[in-house]
C-alpha cells in the first residue's frame, strides 16, 4: 500500500536493500559505527525505534503519510529494559578505548578491613540522551559512482571510512561535508544508520535525497548515555589519608554493539592511594546502542567518587577542599607516571578564593537565607589530554588572504576562531586578512572532534604550516630576481608582521607578502603542517584537572534547588583563546546542572519504548536555571603536549565534569539530604 501512495518513489526494507558491510568495529583508531549491526542487516528488531523501513517520496508530507500504511508484522518478544532485570547475564568486558576495564593494585579488601574510617554506597545515573539542539541529518547526492554526503557529523575522515566499508566502496569516491555542527556532544561523533540509509536512498531513486532526524529520532537512533549503578567504597586513615578504594560499575550496553561507560577509570588516579580495584560489568538491554556523551566515563564516574569523598569528609569531620588535598596525587599512580604538568591544587585555591569558601559553616541546614536552605559543595574535576595525529595547510594567496584549511570539525567550540587567531599571530597579519575552511573530508586529515583533543591536535599543525609557508615565502624572496634581496640566503631574510626584508632592516622597508607573489608570478604559496604525539606519550600522563564550587539555594516547602553560583578553575595548560576558552566552561557547567537536576530519559518496561523522547518531557536547563557562572583557568603552558611551545592541552568536556557532584554536595550540605541518584528531582527531597 504505501508503495502506491502518492509521490512515493522508494520503500526500502530488509527484504529489498542492498548488500551493505559491517564495517570495522575499532573505535579510536579508524570507524567505530554507531552499531556493528548494519541498517536492514535480518529481520529482528532488537529495540524500539529501529529502522524496519525508509520511504522516499517527492515531499516530506507524502512520504510521512506513505511511512503510516507500512504494515510491519512480527512475533513480540518480552523486552529486558531494566539493568536490574539484566544482572543474572552481566559480564565483564575486558578493554575500552585501549584501557583496561578490570584492574586491582595492592590489596583492597584488606586495606578496607583495617581502614580506620570506611565508606560504602551505591550511586546510579540515569540514561541521558546528547539533544544537540540542531538533529542530525544526512544529504545524499550520487555523480555516477562517487558520492557526496552533507552531513552533521563531528569526523569527516570517521564518516569517511565508515561510509565506504558499509557500501562496499573505495575511501576516495567518498566525499563528506560537515562545515557547520549545532551542537554534537558525541552522538555525531560515529556513523549512525541514517547516514547509510540516505546513500542507499539516494541511489535507489537515482536523486538526491535528504534525511532529517525529527527529534523523536535523535532518542533511539545516534546514542545517548548509559545508566550507571556504581558502588564506591572508601577507606582511610583518621587525618583522611585514603588507603583503599574500590569503585564497581555496572552499565548497559545494547543487543547489536558493545559500548561501555567507563566510569572507574579515573578513580585509578584521581587520588594518591595505595590499594585500588576498579571494575566493569556490562548488560545487554533491548535498548539502542550507547555512544561517547560530555566526557564518557568520568562524568557519571565522577559522580559517584565526588560524592563518595563528600561523605567521607563528613565522616572525618574535615573540610572537603581539605581532604582532596590531603590525597593529592602528585604522580600518576596507576600509570606510574609523572604527570605533564598539573595545577590542581591551584585550581582549588583560586576557586575557593572566588568563591568565598573560607566563610562556609560546616554543618548541614546551618546555612540559611531567610526560609531558603543554602548549600555550598565542591568537587575535583579531571578529563585527559588526549592528543591525535592532526593535518593542516597554510596557503597565501596573492591577493593578500591567507586559507587555513584542514578535515577537522567545528561544532560550536571555536576551532575557526582559535585556526585563523594562530595562523595570523605567525604570519603576522590581521586575522580578518584568515580564511579558515573546515569539515571536508577532501581536506588534510584529522582527528574527530571529540575527547576534547582538537585543540592540542590541530593548532600544532596550524602553526607548522603557517611556518612552512613563510619559510617558503623566504626562499622565493631569496631568489627572485631584481629584487631588494637579490643575492641574499633565505636565512637573511626575515617574513615578519606581513612583510619580507633583510636580517637587520627596518620592516616598513620590506616588501608586503603579496608583492612577493604578484613579483614571482605565483598565485599562492602552500605551506604543510602535521603533527602528532611522540615519545613524551610513554614518559608523561596527560591530564587536565578542575575544581567546581556550587551554591544550592533549596526550598523546603517545595524542594526545589535553585543552582544560584557556580565557580569553576580549571588546569587545561595554556589557554589559547580567552573568549572561546570561558564560553565552553560555560555550556560545561549549564550542562552539568542539566545532570544535576534534570536530564533523565524514561522508557516504558513493557515494550521498551521511550516515554520522554522530546524537549518537554527531556528537561534540559534554560538561562533561568543557572545565574552566576564563574570560569577561571590557571592558564600555565604544558611543556610536554605538544613540541612547538604551544602547551594547550584542549577542554571541553572537563568543565562538565564534577558538576553534579558539586550540586549533590551542595544540596546534602542545605538540607542534608544525600542523593546518591541523579537527576536530583524535588521528589527525592519531599
Ligand atoms: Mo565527545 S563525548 O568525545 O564528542
Redesign the pocket.
Known amino acids: 500500500m504505501a508503495e502506491k501512495a502518492p509521490g512515493v518513489l522508494a520503500v526500502i526494507h530488509h527484504g529489498n536493500a542492498p548488500t551493505l558491510y559491517r564495517p570495522d568495529n575499532d573505535f579510536m583508531s579508524a570507524s567505530k559505527p554507531g552499531e556493528a549491526r548494519v541498517v536492514f542487516e535480518d529481520d529482528r528488531v532488537h529495540y524500539s525505534g529501529q529502522y524496519v523501513a525508509i520511504i522516499v517520496a517527492e515531499t516530506l508530507e507524502q512520504a510521512r503519510y506513505a511511512a503510516e500504511l507500512v504494515q510491519v508484522s512480527y512475533a513480540v518478544e518480552d523486552p529486558t529494559i531494566e539493568t536490574d532485570a539484566a544482572l543474572d547475564s552481566a559480564y565483564l568486558p575486558d578493554e575500552f578505548f585501549g584501557e583496561k576495564l578490570t584492574t586491582t593494585r595492592g590489596d583492597p579488601d584488606v586495606a578496607l578491613s583495617r581502614a580506620a574510617v570506611t565508606h560504602a554506597a551505591t550511586y546510579t545515573t540515569p540514561i541521558e540522551h546528547h539533544n544537540p539542539i540542531e538533529p542530525s541529518a544526512s544529504v545524499a547526492v550520487w555523480n555516477g559512482d562517487e558520492l557526496t554526503l552533507y552531513e552533521t557529523t563531528?569526523w569527516v575522515a570517521g564518516a569517511r571510512k565508515t561510509v565506504a566499508q558499509t557500501l562496499g566502496m573505495p575511501e576516495e569516491k567518498i566525499h563528506i561535508v560537515s562545515p557547520f555542527i549545532g551542537g554534537?556532544?558525541?552522538c555525531k561523533?560515529f556513523v549512525w544508520p541514517h547516514s547509510i540509509l540516505s546513500a542507499v536512498a539516494a541511489k535507489r531513486v537515482n536523486r538526491p535525497v535528504k534525511l532529517n532526524l525529527t527529534r523523536k529520532h535523535m532518542f533511539s537512533a545516534c546514542g545517548h548515555r548509559s545508566e550507571t549503578k556504581q558502588y564506591v567504597q572508601l577507606g582511610a586513615e583518621r587525618n583522611g589519608r585514603l588507603v583503599a578504594i574500590d569503585h564497581d560499575t555496572v552499565v548497559q550496553t545494547s543487543m547489536v554493539d558493545e559500548f561501555v561507560e567507563a566510569c572507574g577509570n579515573t578513580s585509578r588516579f584521581l587520588y594518591s592511594c595505595p590499594n585500588v580495584r576498579v571494575r566493569h560489568r556490562a548488560v545487554r538491554v533491548n535498548v539502542a546502542t550507547p555512544t561517547?556523551?560530555?566526557?564518557?566515563g568520568e562524568n557519571p564516574g565522577l559522580f559517584a567518587l565526588e560524592s563518595a569523598l563528600d561523605e567521607l569528609a563528613y565522616l572525618l569531620n574535615m573540610d572537603p577542599v581539605e581532604l582532596r588535598i590531603v590525597n593529592h596525587a602528585d604522580v600518576n599512580e596507576q600509570a606510574r607516571r609523572p604527570w605533564s604538568s598539573k595545577y590542581l591544587k591551584e585550581c582549588y585555591r583560586m576557586g575557593a578564593e572566588r568563591f568565598g569558601w573560607a566563610k562556609r559553616a560546616p554543618q548541614p541546614g546551618s546555612m540559611r537565607d531567610g526560609n531558603v536552605l543554602v548549600g555550598w559543595g565542591m568537587a575535583t574535576a579531571t578529563y585527559p589530554g588526549i592528543r591525535s595525529p592532526g593535518a593542516a595547510k597554510v596557503r597565501l594567496l596573492q591577493d593578500g588572504h591567507v586559507d587555513v584549511v584542514s578535515a577537522t570539525q567545528d561544532m560550536g567550540g571555536g576551532t575557526y576562531t582559535t585556526m585563523a587567531q594562530i595562523a595570523a599571530d605567525v604570519m603576522g597579519i590581521a586575522i580578518e586578512r584568515i580564511r579558515t575552511v573546515l569539515g571536508d573530508s577532501l581536506l588534510p586529515p584529522a582527528p574527530v572532534?571529540?575527547?576534547?583533543m582538537t585543540t592540542a591536535s590541530i593548532l600544532p599543525a596550524t602553526r607548522k604550516a603557517a611556518q612552512d609557508a613563510l619559510s617558503k615565502l623566504r626562499h622565493l624572496a631569496a631568489t627572485m630576481p631584481a629584487s631588494p634581496f637579490t643575492n641574499r640566503r633565505p636565512d637573511d631574510i626575515v617574513a615578519e608582521g606581513g612583510r619580507v626584508f633583510p636580517k637587520g632592516a627596518h620592516p616598513s622597508s620590506g616588501l608586503p607578502y603579496e608583492d612577493v607573489l604578484k613579483r614571482t608570478n605565483q598565485t599562492e604559496i602552500e605551506g604543510e603542517g602535521y603533527t602528532e604525539p611522540g615519545p613524551e606519550r610513554d614518559k608523561y600522563a596527560f591530564q587536565s584537572f578542575g575544581a567546581q564550587f556550587v551554591e544550592v539555594r533549596v526550598d523546603p516547602e517545595i524542594a526545589k534547588v535553585q543552582i544560584s553560583r557556580v565557580v569553576s578553575a580549571f588546569d587545561v595548560g595554556k589557554i589559547v583563546n580567552a573568549k572561546t576558552a570561558r564560553s565552553q566552561g560555560y555550556s560545561g557547567v549549564v550542562m552539568g546542572v542539566g545532570v544535576a537536576l534534570m536530564e533523565h530519559t524514561v522508557y516504558d518496561s513493557r515494550d521498551g519504548s521511550i516515554i520522554t523522547s522530546n524537549l518537554a518531557d527531556y528537561a534540559i536547563p534554560v538561562n533561568a536555571d543557572t545565574r552566576s557562572i564563574d570560569i577561571l583557568f590557571v592558564d600555565k603552558p604544558d611543556p610536554f603536549i605538544d613540541s612547538d611551545g604551544l602547551g594547550a592541552r584542549g577542554l571541553g568536556?572537563i568543565t562538565v565534569t564534577g558538576v553534579a557532584p558539586a550540586v549533590a554536595n551542595a544540596v546534602y550540605h542545605a538540607t542534608g539530604r544525600r542523593i546518591r541518584d541523579l537527576p536530583i528531582t524535588p521528589d527525592k527531597l519531599l
Not at 449 to 452: A, D, K
Open positions: 563531528q554534537g556532544f558525541g561523533g561517547p556523551m560530555r566526557a564518557p572532534s571529540g575527547g576534547s568536556e
